[in-house]
């Protein structure tokens, strides 16, 4: 019976030391082209503020936090149409659909899923 429960702690131990070892990674999803990937893309992807929920981004110049894209995109409310278009503060485009740039998210993969 000893050497049962030794066995049994043993298990434990080992199973434990497994759960402790799985990582919580994430990966980058685009909604625009449904592309994933592993590497974080060139453009800046939002971080979710745990408090507020809402969404912001560190600029990769300044390293510093900001509510706006730190992009060439700017979100902008059309008081005309009610609506948000994009405008290309480089190339001066504007459209209504948004930009590549824009649409990477963060996703969070608990690898114990595997």
Known sequence: MRST???????????????????????YWNEVSNATQWEEPAVPVPHEDTESGKKYYVDPKTGESTWEYPGKWKVVESEEHGQSYYHNEETKESTWEKPADLAWSRVRHDDSEL
């Open 5 to 27: 429960t030794l066995l049994t702690l043993l298990v434990a131990l080992v199973a434990g030391v497994a759960m402790c070892h799985a990582v919580e990674r994430e990966y």
